[in-house]
């Protein structure tokens, strides 16, 4: 059986609220889990205490029995300290071709620089003759 640590979606409509729960990662998102380690608001300001609160001992524990944090909670869990380290190490994603267009939306850019072009290049004709 495989364990994650992950966001087990509350709240009402527009108005999340999210626990940080340790479930059976064949579980759906918000059914069944077997504990639940801390709670996450985002609708609270960054720099709130507020905001993420996490059993740091309980998740450390966790961890050491195998279960596997989600990217997101890793992000929470590296912020928090039990023993004196972080709980889980965190790494930023590298996907540079994330931010690039598709390729329809290149071909389009393609042929409004190339009418661009030869806009320009009928403008500039007359001009010299």
């Avoid at 609708?43 to 905001?51: G, Y």
């Avoid at 023993?83 to 393609?110: L, S």
């Avoid at 042929?111 to 500039?124: G, I, P, S």
């Amino acid at each position: 059986m495989s364990l994650k640590i992950r966001l087990a979606r509350g709240g009402s409509k527009k108005r999340p609220f999210y626990s940080i729960v340790v479930a059976d990662a064949r579980a759906p998102r918000d059914g069944r889990f077997i504990e639940k380690i801390g709670t996450y608001d985002p609708r609270l300001a960054k720099d709130s205490a507020d905001r993420v609160k996490v059993d740091a001992e309980k998740a450390a524990e966790w961890i050491r029995k195998g279960a596997q944090p989600t990217d997101r909670v890793a992000r929470f869990l590296s912020k928090v300290e039990a023993g004196g380290k972080p709980v889980a190490t965190w790494t930023n994603g590298n996907n540079p071709k994330k931010a690039e267009p598709g390729k329809k939306a290149q071909e389009r850019a393609k042929e409004r620089a190339d009418k661009a072009a030869a806009k320009a290049a009928a403008a500039a004709e007359p001009a010299e003759g």
